[in-house]
């Protein structure tokens, strides 16, 4: 007979002795149940592993940091806390530096630098767990590497002509190029809630560039165009990211690490090209204080991409969004704290048409996720 498995408990049958043998038979029959046994308890044993195997929560883990022992709330606290951390501290690095240290000048030499970070700190990473063989064919790298030099380049350079909340607002506006997209690609049709919700978003967008063409005398339409760019290739580098990680079973830092190398190349051609090579070196030997602010910077947001996707891991799509809802907003008051800016009733207005969107995008999301 076989073992039966019923409600998580293992049901072991007890092979009955013939009546009736003689003593020989008896042994044998004894010798027979003794290793029928054995082997049942070897099978039982096997069988409780792949339960508790399949019943343990996922592997999480923040660099070579886990946290897979400890409880869901300690995850959501220390994820959580750990992405607003890093973001907000990476964006008021980002305009500090831009703005103030290097006065609108040197983005490319800025992004070459994160670049050269990034690709060090994921090295570190590789060497601390056991280097091992790329996984993944190198073209894909090379195709990811041009898209994260256009996300992170073109995000840079467009701080230097666009105040920085309106910056963020057009980086959090991520729902409305994938909806036209899904509308023009796929036919795809959407709830009354979520085109609502997409017209709010560019409403609070077009009333922000408004204010800013009249009080930022930095502004300028070209940084519009460039954010917009930068946002579509970091949606189409999250697509292939998503492919290289199904189908060639990538570790995160290996992508980091290789992505990162090929735009150090793309990067080297653009410095060279707009003479930001030579400037920027001289300026990191006659300040280093501000080269190690680009290191804090570039360590911020290395730091808070794994924090963020520790968060997804633990605590699902909706915390996650929470999170990063909330992040957006803090950002703003913390950018409009630290550096003060032209500030009136047009940009209250246009921060509660977009965050009013951006909740109705939010709300309609949770509601497609519990219904799956």
């Known amino acids: 007979e076989k073992m039966k498995v019923s409600n998580g408990e293992v049901s072991v049958p007890i092979p009955e002795t013939p009546p009736n043998t003689s003593n020989q038979a008896l042994d044998a029959a004894a010798a027979t149940n003794a290793s029928n046994l054995a082997q049942m308890r070897k099978e039982i044993a096997e069988l409780e592993a792949q339960v508790m195997k399949g019943g343990s929560r996922p592997q999480v883990s923040v660099l070579s940091w886990d ?24 964006g008021v690095l980002q305009e500090g530096l831009i703005r103030i240290d290097l006065d609108n000048e040197l983005a490319w030499y800025l992004t070459l630098c994160q670049f050269l970070a990034y690709f060090s700190f994921a090295g570190v990473q ?45 980086k959090s506006a991520k729902p409305v190029p994938t909806m036209l997209f899904g509308v023009a690609y796929h036919r795809r049709r959407y709830s009354p809630s ?9 409403v609070g967008m077009f009333v922000y560039c408004v204010a800013d063409a009249a009080n930022f005398s930095h502004f300028n339409p070209r940084g519009i165009v460039w954010v917009v760019t930068a946002i579509v290739a970091d949606a189409i580098s999250g697509a292939v990211q998503e492919k290289v990680s199904a189908q060639h079973k990538a570790p995160p830092d290996e992508v980091v690490f290789f992505t990162h190398l090929t735009g150090i190349v793309y990067l080297l051609v653009i410095c060279v090209g707009t003479k930001e090579m030579g400037e920027g070196a001289t300026f990191t030997l006659e300040k280093p204080h501000v080269f190690a602010k680009i290191v804090a910077y570039s360590l911020a947001g290395y730091l808070g991409a794994s924090f963020l996707k520790a968060l997804l891991k633990s605590s699902g799509a909706l915390a996650t969004l929470a999170t990063t809802t909330t992040r957006k907003v803090a950002a703003l008051g913390l950018s409009a704290a630290v550096y003060p800016k ?5 940009y209250i207005g246009g921060a509660v048409a977009f965050f009013a969107g951006v909740l109705l995008h939010s709300s309609a999301v949770k509601v497609r996720l519990r219904a799956l």
């Open 126 to 170: 590789r060497l601390s767990r056991g280097a091992e063989r790329r996984k993944t064919p190198f073209s894909y790298y090379a195709l990811l590497g041009l898209l994260q030099v256009v996300t992170m380049g073109l995000s840079n350079l467009s701080v230097q002509v666009l105040n920085y909340p309106t910056q963020i607002l057009f």
């Open 342 to 346: 032209p500030f009136g009733a047009p």
């Open 67 to 90: 946290l897979s022992e400890m409880s869901a709330t300690a995850q959501f606290a220390i994820c959580a806390g750990g992405v607003l951390v890093c973001y907000l501290s990476t």
């Open 194 to 202: 979520d085109l609502l919700a997409g017209v709010l978003m560019v």
